[in-house]
């Protein structure tokens, strides 16, 4: 499966510190427990890829947050 694949498996993600210091991404499917923790550096590294790759869908047409369209309807 690719980046670009789409898929119908639904899944639950969570974020959060760990007692460790360490920031946990955890992701819950049907059979599937995943924890991924990384060190603050990596986190914040991920979330500036989230950060571009949510940049450059919006450039390609991706949907927008509700409310953050700047374009009007026409009457």
Do not use: C, W
């Amino acid at each position: 499966m690719s980046i670009n694949s789409q898929s119908d498996i639904a899944a639950n993600l969570q974020i959060g510190p760990t007692d460790r210091g360490m920031v946990r991404i955890y992701v819950e499917a049907e059979n599937v427990d995943l924890p991924l923790d990384f060190d603050p550096d990596e986190a914040e590294e991920i979330a500036e890829e989230l950060l571009a790759a949510a940049e450059a869908a919006r450039s390609i047409g991706g949907p927008s947050k509700p409310g953050k369209d700047v374009r009007k309807p026409r009457r």
